[in-house]
């Protein structure tokens, strides 16, 4: 069984940034879509970015769309969410996860990280 885990998270002022990461245990990451989710309290979870096997196909979610960015490193079974521009309504538990499949249902997704917290302060 993967074990993802997400660090990175924190307290930013709005119009700051934020990188998260998410390190992979095991073999074959570059085998997997990876997506980042997150949830603020009150909220259903919901899809932020998604990164194919290779990294050259990326999809975002119109609220993040021009202000993250997804990237991934197979070399360091890892992948990133650079965060910039942020907004007081970007503060939630943000998670990564795994697929074999499509990068905006949160069901397609096998493997799930335990969450880091971000908090953008006005």
């Known amino acids: 069984q993967v074990q993802l885990v997400e660090s990175g998270g924190g307290l930013v002022q709005a119009g700051g940034s934020l990188r998260l990461s998410c390190t992979a245990s095991?073999?074959?990451?570059?085998?997997?879509?990876m997506g980042w989710f997150r949830q603020a309290p009150g909220q259903e979870r919901e899809f932020v970015a998604g990164?194919?096997?290779?990294?050259?196909?990326?999809d975002y979610s119109d609220s993040v769309k021009g202000r993250f960015t997804i990237s991934r490193d197979n070399a360091k079974n890892t992948v990133y969410l650079q965060m910039n521009s942020l907004k007081v309504e970007d503060t939630a538990i943000y998670y990564c996860?795994?697929?074999?499949?499509?990068?905006?249902?949160?069901?397609?997704?096998?493997?799930w990280g335990q969450g880091t917290q971000v908090t953008v302060s006005s």
């Open positions: 996860a795994r697929t074999s499949s499509q990068f905006r249902k949160s069901e397609s997704y096998d493997s």
């Open positions: 095991g073999d074959f990451f570059e085998s997997f879509r």
């Open positions: 990164i194919s096997r290779g990294g050259g196909i990326t």
